[in-house]
């Protein structure tokens, strides 16, 4: 079916900037959309940005004018463009292709880390 891979994360300085990529392999038959997810030890994965077959988007309100999430067809290829990070922005960073014939499908993350 679908793989995804994360790329991209890494260590940044507050105020700092990442992208993130996806690369998406396998058939994208029945795939509605993508996402960025991320999880901090202990706590629930927690929805961050959306995309969906007709180019809409969705951002959670905490990184609302920060984040951009974007997609390049010709390349397989999801991004999570991260702008002005805080330190709450630390977490694995999970990529999802949602499925109209579920389950969805899920990367193994990318650890990105906001700190001095």
Do not use: H
């Amino acid at each position: 079916q679908v793989q995804l891979v994360e790329s991209g994360g890494g260590l940044v300085q507050p105020g700092g900037s990442l992208r993130l990529s996806c690369v998406a392999s396998g058939s994208m038959r029945n795939i509605n959309g993508f996402g960025w997810f991320r999880q901090v030890p202990g706590k629930e994965r927690e929805l961050v940005a959306l995309i969906g077959v007709t180019g809409s988007t969705f951002y959670t309100v905490s990184v609302k004018g920060r984040f951009t999430i974007s997609r390049d067809n010709a390349k397989n290829t999801v991004y999570l463009q991260m702008n002005s990070l805080k330190q709450g922005g630390t977490a694995v960073y999970y990529c999802v292709a949602r499925s109209s014939n579920t389950p969805d499908f899920w990367g193994q993350g990318t650890q990105v880390t906001v700190s001095s």
